[in-house]
């Protein structure tokens, strides 16, 4: 991330988002693979978020936020907190 910084331009922003969740049919999601740019700038392996880094380096993930209904059925979600603790972050985002 910090040789990326550099190359952006003053007064820039770069956002990037991961790949959306796709649904096959009804409930039945294919099997997601994480954007390769994304996943190799945050390691988060989520769909639905968003990277945001600043030209000054302040990296912001926006995440989707924890719920117990959804994870019963889909799977844990890192959430706020757990973006900050795991990935580094210095600022996360529910979506």
Not at 21 to 35: G, L, N, S, V, Y
Not at 81 to 92: P, T, V
Request: aromatic share 10%.
């Amino acid at each position: 991330r910090k040789r990326l910084v550099e190359q952006l331009p003053d007064n820039s922003l770069l956002i990037l988002p991961s790949h959306p969740k796709k649904i096959m049919t009804h409930d039945i999601p294919f099997a997601f693979r994480q954007e390769s740019n994304f996943h190799y700038l945050t390691g988060l392996e989520e769909p639905d978020c968003l990277l945001c880094i600043t030209k000054d380096g302040v990296f912001h993930l926006f995440v989707q936020e924890k719920s117990e209904e959804f994870e019963l059925w889909n799977g844990p979600r890192t959430g706020t907190d757990g973006a900050i603790s795991f990935f580094g972050c210095d600022a996360a985002h529910t979506v």
